[in-house]
């Protein structure tokens, strides 16, 4: 393929992955948004993790920086496009040609790996020398909202997604289970950026599910960006002694009150 035919395989490839990231970012990070900050926000008042709320600007930016966000995060894929047509991504576009078995494990394989790379890569970008110019963008967000899902600098939106093409030089990954993982990692971003936490009260001392990464987790971390740079999972906090030491107390204040608990009218409580 002549490089003219390259640029136009690779820009055509950009402006596909870009609508549909598009897409997800504004039905998911969007729709929770809309649903936790604007419809039901008195609802869920008693899981707001923070007290204080973000001024608007600081929303729009989010808004703005995400949709910038994801084009740096693309990037890494885009720019692979030869190395996929010359047959060196070992990418399976036959849906059928892995079992279901081989998807889900190579998904738990990929998000353990992922989780590996965003803590360090994260924590890298903690540095002094680089915080300024990498990562200081995404920490504008002191009450993050679901909009600041993907609000990266073009550097820290590079870096992250480099994990992709640099799993799929190494090791076969059928297209399926990109397609989940894609969508799960959208519904994360929303999730650990929400604002409020929506699992119930025994996940943080449960001796599995401690490991979860949850809302509350990352939220601290946009508190106080010494502590929890992991995102997926807390193992790497745990092992490395970087997790909020008030970590379990916070989750389990926030969480005080199931989910659906509604705020006593008239000495009248309705906990379901
Ligand atoms: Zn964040
Ligand atoms: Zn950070």
Redesign the pocket.
């Known amino acids: 393929m002549d490089s003219a035919n390259l640029v136009t395989e690779a820009l055509t490839n950009g402006a596909f992955f870009l609508g549909r990231s598009w897409t997800r970012y504004l039905v998911v990070c969007g729709g929770a948004f809309v649903l936790f900050w604007v419809v039901f926000k008195e609802r869920f008042a008693h899981r707001r993790i923070q007290r204080q709320n973000p001024e608007r600007r600081t929303l729009l930016s989010e808004f703005r920086n995400s949709l910038l966000g994801i084009i740096f995060f693309l990037l890494p894929s885009v720019l692979s496009t030869p190395l996929y047509l010359s047959g060196h991504m070992k990418l399976i576009t036959d849906p059928s040609a892995t079992s279901p078995a081989m998807i889900a494990l190579s998904f738990v394989l990929f998000v353990i790996g992922a989780d590996t790379w965003f803590y360090w890569t994260h924590r890298g970008m903690h540095h002094s020398n680089v915080y300024r110019f990498t990562h200081e963008l ?2 504008r ?1 002191k009450q ?1 909202s679901p909009l ?2 993907y ?1 990266f600098s073009a550097i820290e939106g590079f870096v992250l997604g480099l994990y992709l093409p640099l799993v799929l030089l190494v090791f076969p990954v059928n297209r399926v289970m990109l397609w989940i993982f894609v969508f799960w990692f959208t519904f994360l971003e929303a999730y ?2 929400l604002g409020f936490e929506v699992l119930p009260r025994w996940i943080a001392r449960n001796p599995v599910t401690k490991f979860l990464g949850t809302a509350v987790f ?1 939220d601290m ?2 508190e106080n960006g010494a502590y929890n740079f992991g ?1 997926y999972f807390t193992w790497w906090d745990r092992m490395m002694g970087t997790i909020h030491p008030q970590y379990t107390e916070r989750y389990e204040q926030v969480t005080e009150q199931r989910l659906l608990w509604r705020a006593p009218v008239d000495g009248v409580e309705d906990s379901v």
Request: glycine residues 8%; neutral net charge; charged residues 0%.
């Open positions: 995404h920490h967000s993050p600041a899902g609000a650990v950026h990352h971390h946009h995102v």
